[in-house]
């Protein structure tokens, strides 16, 4: 899941160089971190959240394929 949040971020950012993502919790049950560059937040975020909401709808679509509860958080520096 990692590496879908990775190449969704890298597409919509200026500085995909700075894209980082981690993640965090056990194997049924994971938590994506993204983290961007500061310029970059706004993009990812999109207005009124609308970019931010369709990553996560995107990787939960991927995650329930495998039978998996993911979440994407997005933090600041």
């Known amino acids: 899941m990692a590496s879908l949040v990775e190449a969704i971020a890298k597409a919509l950012v200026s500085k995909p160089d700075e894209v980082v993502v981690t993640t ?31 990553i996560r709808t995107v990787v939960k679509a991927a995650a329930i394929k495998q039978n998996k509860r993911v979440s994407v958080e997005i933090v600041e520096d």
């Open 24 to 54: 965090e919790g056990t194997e049924d049950n994971i938590t994506v971190f993204l983290k961007v560059a500061k310029d970059d937040m706004g993009k990812i975020i999109g207005k009124q959240g609308r970019i931010a909401k369709a």
